[in-house]
């Protein structure tokens, strides 16, 4: 298995550093040196977060913050001049003997710099702390070698604030994710930025047609033509366009994959045509086992970048997927393949006088509501975004919200006078904060800090008469679950202590329009007054043996579509939770000591698909096929790609209504759909977009109760 | 030290058969042109490609050096550059400043865009020896103006003497209309007198707003003899850098910051021996006050005019109650007198704006400078790059000078073709010459006869009419 490991990230197990350059910063002489920059009014952000009331002084030297980023200016290399960020002791982590590519921190950026002294910032300027070590991870090989250092040292809270547009199918699941997990299963704080993708994403489900041409172009459910439009505003404009498809494997295995399509720019004319050829193309060739790997590539993925491409005010640039291969393309269309494609650039937002108004860059006509984070944002981490409009929003493709806290400041200045703003900007301001609380609170997890964003959500859902709800199983009437479904969402991690109740299962918004407009006609005909029955369900929870003592078993499953009768869809049974604990990762049991009624899906009647039925109870396990994985250090079980590919949505159009088979009337039944991911994400977004979650710092008694659990 | 060789370049911009693709163009020269009141009748001159323009800067980036394989393009395929002159060690044009480059594409896009012209040369004129380089070699080119960006805080008296004043009187005696920056020297400069009796030291408080400010600090006093050739002083200036509890400003390396050049008249036989009256330090601050100090070497008995200036590339601070202030600023700034070498000269015109930062005059023997403060100096351009300040106005007003030009020759012609005698007269008496942009420029004052509310303020540009321009064009001089 490590050999396994090492094929699939490129290091051995060995995970010994090199000290390249200087790993510390410390100076020998015991003189501390002057600080390069300091953040404006930090005495008056500190106050905004009410991070005078806490205090630090005990712990502050034994926080253990680790900051991941692609560029150290300042620091790596060093100032000439000898000035510093961050405390003397802080280390840096530049390059790790087992990564088989070279890959070097940016010289000239800066970022990572801002991030790990804002954090110090926020944190006082205690010179005390807290404890720092910047990692390399320009690179997901990097990345994953820094997670396991990281591990090692005893990290206690990771900032990270990058995404990669690619390698992962946005669901939690992609290696990247696999190695965030790990660090969040040993109690570290996970904070990722969500990134400024708002309104740069276009999210589909491959439907590949035959062109003139003999190939075959993907055409596009919202404008049902074969490109994807965007404006690019500015000339010279560094633009990236990212194609990304489902043909991740889940989990640490990078398999490959042959699904190979291709990403071609063309440039329309601004009468309706467009250039013949393609201006740019991205034509990688995706294989199992990579052997030229300029042209051939195990990721699913496509990626064109522009450093200079023209700007047109009245031209739209076309966006074109295609796949050259006819079998391969009758493959993706069965498997309905979801896709994301991610258009950045670099240029900042400029004021436009006749728009009166900021406007970006690049305007991605095309783009799709939500549905914006990526990877490893759509992991077990908090995924910390912001309240303007280009932070991303969620939710992940698995239907979690992300971002899970949204922070109201964004933005800082330093004493350099350059101020800077965005998630990343969100993401440390918030990391400081967390950082603070550790200190106070050294039994802090990840999962307080949600609880204290969602204070404001309480309030939300006792309004919507949750209040009421008792320890007894709720009467499943039909509004119940109205209100449950469309209540859920919001509030997947929310738990009422006095109900001692742990609903977990994944369901999907506002049903009404979840269900294709057609579809909602027929069953309104047949049962005019009835069609709320259908519910859109997706994954429901998971199960997996974590090594953590402090970590609960949590369960692992699938959902499947069909037909079930209402009545006995959701029933409870005894599940003893050792201890109170929280899966980030939104699959999970959730809950203080005690026995707890888990609320779990039963199938009571047999339709469409035979092993549905015949699983009962165990139905979720035995389509599992869970196995065993070895990783450095520990044994883990993994979800198997074989459950993934029947994860995926199968039509229930063509089926015949179970009451006509089984008889009984439609108000029997419920429906359990899983959508199409364009469908779920506006589904998702339209609740989602109704329950920000903001941070609200808690009183020490608060945090000191909360963490007491 | 005059030039026989230099190197020019013709700008490929289409190679290797590729259109080249127009690229970052100035978005509001149509509202400019209005602005300003230039008529299209201007642009449709059939004499525009004859008219020659050399510009001067510190830095054409994205033109020289050209990236390679690249086919964007910002200039017309006919424009020209000069960056060095075999024989001599120059320093190089700046690869990552582009105001040379963006003002000449203002240039050109305020004349209409035209392929064939205005011919446009691009000169290093980064510092001293290359500025006189680029003088001499305009000499033999003969252009009909001259663009020039880059201001000196020495090498001159600000009166119009010094090492560059020959260049620039030689060349504008030669027909050229130089048309000079103001420079961004506003509020950035102290005039002072010091007493060359031994020992005399004077502090100046300087007061950075930002962090990680890197300030040029330049000390020039008025000991340049005029004329081409340097002779050099025996008033000998040192500069330092103190903290401000008064203790030597140390740098990275622990050595004080100080410039302790020897001033000597004649021979340079050491390697800090000068003889040029400046002294130059660099320094990295960071939010504070400190004082730069003037100390005198020599010995004695006049005293003599200096000058300080302090520049930095970090962009101005805009304060909590909206006002702007340079990072690096002299608390005590003259505010007057901010002109630099060769904007001081009587042979260029001298185009400020209303920018703060745009240097103010008069020169140091009293003259009224800038000759020009343009309003509405901000440029647009496609990248979405937006710049202003004395640089900008010094390109729209070559635009319209440009244009003069090209309406001059077109009458010449005109008038020349006519049959009787009186025309052919008039033709030859058809003039653009600097002193007709002065009389232009007075035309042009918004309020005419009145001072603006700003002493310091020499003009105003309001819109010239046809009927007024020909009139100016056919005086006499």
């Not at chain 1, 106070?440 to 939300?460: C, I, N, T």
């Not at chain 2, 009256?277 to 320094?283: G, K, V, Y």
Request: charged share 25%.
């Amino acid at each position: 298995m490590k050999s396994f490991i090492k094929a699939i990230c490129g290091f051995s197990t060995c995970l010994a550093l090199t000290t390249l350059g200087s790993p510390t910063l410390a100076q020998k002489s015991g003189l501390s040196r002057e600080l390069a920059t300091r953040v404006e009014k930090i005495n008056e952000l500190r106050k905004i977060y009410s991070l005078n009331a806490f205090d630090v002084s005990k712990n502050i030297s034994r926080v253990k913050v680790a900051v991941l980023d692609k560029g150290f200016a300042g620091i790596y290399p060093a100032r000439e001049d000898k000035r510093r960020y961050l405390p003397d002791d802080a280390e840096i982590v530049t390059d790790f003997i087992e990564a088989q590519k070279k890959s070097f921190l940016d010289p000239a950026d800066f970022h990572g710099t801002d991030m790990a002294h804002i954090v110090w910032a926020m944190a006082g300027y205690s010179e005390a702390g807290p404890k720092f070590r910047l990692y390399n991870a320009t690179t997901p090989e990097y990345f994953r070698l820094a997670t396991e250092d990281l591990i090692q040292w005893g990290a206690d809270i990771v900032v990270h604030s990058q995404n990669w547009e690619t390698y992962g199918n946005f669901n939690g699941t992609a290696f990247v994710d696999e190695a965030v997990r790990e660090v969040t299963d040993h109690g570290i704080i996970w904070l990722n930025a969500a990134g400024n993708y708002g309104k740069h994403v276009h999210n589909g489900v491959l439907d590949l047609r035959k062109n003139q041409h003999g190939g075959h172009l993907a055409f596009f459910q919202k404008s049902n033509n074969w490109f994807l439009r965007f404006r690019n505003l500015a000339d010279e404009n560094d633009v990236r366009i990212t194609l990304s498809w489902d043909s991740f494997h889940p989990g640490w295995e990078q398999k490959g994959t042959e699904n190979d399509i291709d990403l071609l720019l063309f440039l329309g004319d601004g009468k309706g045509g467009f250039t013949e050829k393609a201006i740019h193309r991205s034509r990688l060739k995706q294989v199992i086992k990579e052997i030229d790997n300029e042209k051939e590539t195990i990721h699913a993925y496509e990626q064109i970048h522009v450093k200079k491409l023209k700007g047109y005010e009245n031209r739209d640039y076309l966006v074109a997927i295609s796949c050259e291969d006819e079998a391969t393309a009758k493959k993706l269309l069965a498997q309905k393949i979801r896709y994301r494609v991610t258009i950045l650039s670099t240029k900042q937002p400029f004021w436009d006088d006749k728009r009166s108004k900021q406007v970006n860059t690049i305007e991605f006509l095309d783009a799709t509501e939500g549905g914006e984070i990526q990877t490893p944002g759509d992991s077990t981490g908090l995924t910390i975004g912001d309240v303007t409009s280009q932070s991303a929003e969620g939710p992940t493709r698995d239907g979690r919200i992300k971002p899970e806290i949204l922070m109201a400041k964004n933005n800082i200045k330093f004493s350099t006078e350059k101020g800077r703003f965005g998630t990343s900007y969100a993401n440390a301001i918030f990391a400081g904060i967390a950082t603070v609380l550790k200190a106070a609170e050294p039994g802090l997890k990840q999962h307080h800090l949600l609880q204290f964003a969602q204070s404001d959500l309480k309030r939300f859902w006792e309004a919507e008469g949750w209040s009421a709800i008792t320890n007894d199983a709720p009467s499943w009437a039909e509004s119940e679950i109205i209100k449950w479904a469309s209540a859920w969402l919001p509030n997947r991690a929310y738990i009422r202590k006095d109900a001692h109740r742990v609903m977990n299962m994944a369901v999907i918004g506002n049903f009404f329009d979840a269900i294709s407009e057609n579809e909602q006609n027929n069953r309104a005909k047949q049962n005019p007054d009835k069609y709320q029955h259908y519910l859109q369900l997706l994954r429901s929870f998971e199960h997996k043996e974590v090594k953590d003592p402090d970590r609960t078993k949590t369960e692992f499953g699938i959902v499947k579509e069909g037909y079930y009768r209402d009545k006995k869809v959701l029933k409870t049974r005894s599940v003893p939770v050792t201890k109170y604990e929280w899966r980030n990762s939104g699959r999970g049991i959730v809950g203080a000591n005690g026995t707890y009624n888990l609320l779990t899906l039963v199938p009571v009647t047999r339709y469409a698909d035979q092993q549905y039925w015949d699983y009962e109870r165990e139905y979720v396990r035995a389509e599992y096929g869970d196995r065993t994985v070895t990783v450095p250090g520990r044994t883990r079980t993994e979800l198997s790609p074989k459950v993934e590919l029947k994860y995926r949505p199968i039509s229930l159009d063509s089926t015949e209504p179970p009451w006509v088979t089984f008889g009984g009337t439609p108000q029997d039944f419920m429906r359990i759909t899983q959508m199409d991911l364009s469908q779920t994400v506006i589904q998702l977004l339209s609740t989602h977009n109704k329950q920000k979650r903001f941070w609200s710092t808690p009183t020490p008694s608060v945090l000191k109760e909360a963490t007491k659990q | 030290m005059r030039l026989i060789l230099f190197a020019v370049w013709l700008l490929t911009f289409a190679a290797n058969g590729e259109v080249a693709e127009l690229t970052s163009v100035l978005e509001n020269a149509e509202a400019k042109r209005h602005f300003y009141g230039i008529s299209d009748s201007y642009l449709a001159s059939k004499s525009l490609s004859q008219v020659r323009v050399a510009i001067l800067a510190r830095g054409f980036a994205g033109v020289v050096p050209k990236p390679e394989g690249e086919t964007l393009k910002y200039l017309p395929d006919c424009v020209e550059t000069v960056t060095e002159y075999p024989g001599q060690n120059f320093k190089e044009l700046d690869p990552t400043d582009e105001t040379g480059r963006r003002v000449a594409q203002i240039i050109w896009a305020m004349t209409g865009l035209h392929e064939d012209g205005p011919k446009i040369r691009l000169y290093n004129g980064c510092e001293l020896s290359s500025t006189r380089c680029a003088y001499d070699q305009m000499l033999e080119w003969k252009p009909h103006i001259v663009v020039a960006l880059e201001v000196f805080p020495t090498f001159g008296n600000f009166n119009d003497t010094g090492p560059l004043s020959p260049y620039v009187r030689v060349l504008a005696n030669a027909g050229a209309i130089i048309l000079h920056s103001a420079g961004e020297t506003g509020g950035k400069v102290i005039n002072k007198k010091i007493s060359f009796k031994k020992n005399t030291e004077i502090s100046h408080e300087l007061k950075i707003h930002a962090d990680d400010t890197f300030a040029t600090i330049t000390l020039s006093w008025n000991a340049f003899s005029p004329g081409r050739i340097f002779a050099g002083t025996d008033h000998d200036l040192d500069l330092a850098l103190c903290s401000s509890d008064g203790k030597p400003l140390l740098d990275s390396n622990q050595k004080p910051i100080v410039s302790e050049l020897r001033q000597v008249v004649g021979e340079l036989n050491k390697d800090n021996e000068i003889n040029l009256s400046m002294e130059r330090l660099n320094a990295n601050l960071f939010k504070g006050r400190y004082y730069v100090v003037v100390r005198n070497r020599s010995d004695h008995n006049d005293s003599l005019p200096y000058r300080l200036t302090v520049t930095s590339k970090s962009p101005p601070i805009t304060k909590e109650d909206g006002s702007n202030v340079p990072a690096a600023e002299f608390v005590e700034a003259s505010h007057s007198q901010e002109i630099g070498v060769p904007a001081d000269s009587r042979f260029v015109v001298t185009v400020g704006s209303d920018h703060p930062w745009s240097a103010k005059g008069p020169t140091a023997d009293n003259r009224k400078k800038p000759d020009l403060i343009l309003d509405g100096a901000n440029a647009f351009f496609s990248d979405k790059k937006a710049i202003d300040g004395p640089h900008v106005a010094t390109a729209f007003f070559s635009s319209m000078v440009i244009l003069f030009k090209a309406r001059e020759l077109d009458l010449k012609e005109e008038l020349s073709q006519k049959s009787d005698e009186k025309n052919k007269l008039d033709a030859q008496k058809l003039k653009l010459t600097t002193s007709q942009v002065q009389q232009i420029i007075r035309a042009c004052e918004k309020e005419p006869g009145k001072q603006p509310p700003d002493k310091k303020v020499s003009a105003r540009w309001s819109p010239i009419s046809d009927q007024k321009l020909i009139e100016i064009l056919t005086s006499d001089p």
